[in-house]
């Protein structure tokens, strides 16, 4: 089945330095949707990209969908100690409304 | 909007016991999915709803677990018998349901089993 997976599983960074997370499909996604869970929190979205080599910037962060459309990155940059959490992306199983999400990227800054 | 809304925030039982879990989602949305997180298994999904009509069960672990939505504004997720192993954070989130859409989390029920 359409499987989604994320690297690194965990990332431990000093508060300034930088971060990225990837994203990978087995399969070619019609789009991919990127949430951000808070530790004891819930998955809130973040952005949904469409177009293949599409890149949106939410002020630090910056997202990516690769020319294949069967990847995609989350970059921070200068990351800041509210940046804590749990990075998902998701993609759609075609033909229907489900999202499977990926095993997501736990992001610690160290102040 | 108040968002989706889950109860309860948190339940403790017992191992045999019937566990409930209750789901608002929000008002205008069409579809609904139940998801189970785990440390394990990261967030899976169990069931999803559309127009209250149950889609697709196969993440539904096994025959311990029924998901109902009798009506627009209203889901269950019922456990019985509860086990220990079914102890995790339980998610409903609600879209749009016209697909590629946009998912609202509530925010969860710990369950945890004895």
């Known amino acids: 089945g359409q499987q989604v997976m994320q690297i690194p599983q965990y990332q431990h960074v000093q508060e300034g330095e930088d971060f990225t997370t990837y994203c990978n499909s087995s399969?070619?996604?019609?789009?991919i949707q990127w949430y951000k869970q808070r530790p004891g929190g819930h998955p809130v979205f973040l952005i949904q990209?469409?177009?293949?080599?599409e890149v949106k910037k939410q002020k630090r962060l910056t997202f990516q969908f690769g020319e294949a459309k069967k990847n995609s990155s989350l970059h921070i940059t200068a990351t800041q100690t509210t940046d804590v959490g749990t990075y998902f992306c998701?993609?759609?199983?075609?033909?229907?409304?489900?999202?499977?999400f990926g095993t997501g990227t736990r992001l610690k800054v160290l102040a | 909007d108040a968002g989706v809304i889950q109860s309860p925030r948190h339940e403790v039982t017992e191992m045999g016991q019937e566990v409930t879990l209750r789901c608002k989602p929000i008002?205008?949305?069409?579809?609904l999915f139940w998801y189970r997180q785990t440390m394990m298994r990261g967030l899976e999904l169990l069931i999803y709803?559309?127009?209250?009509?149950?889609?697709?069960d196969s993440g539904m672990p096994e025959d311990r677990f029924s998901a109902k939505m009798p009506n627009a504004s209203f889901s269950t997720l019922k456990i019985q018998p509860s086990e220990p192993r079914d102890s995790a954070v339980y998610f409903c989130?609600?879209?749009?349901?016209?697909?590629?859409?946009?998912?609202?989390f509530g925010a969860g029920t710990r369950l945890s089993v004895l």
């Open positions: 989130a609600s879209s749009l349901g016209r697909g590629s859409d946009i998912q609202y």
């Open positions: 399969t070619t996604l019609s789009n």
């Open positions: 990209l469409v177009k293949s080599g």
């Open positions: 998701a993609g759609p199983q075609s033909g229907t409304y489900k999202y499977i």
């Open positions: 008002s205008g949305h069409n579809s």
């Open positions: 709803f559309n127009n209250n009509v149950p889609i697709d």
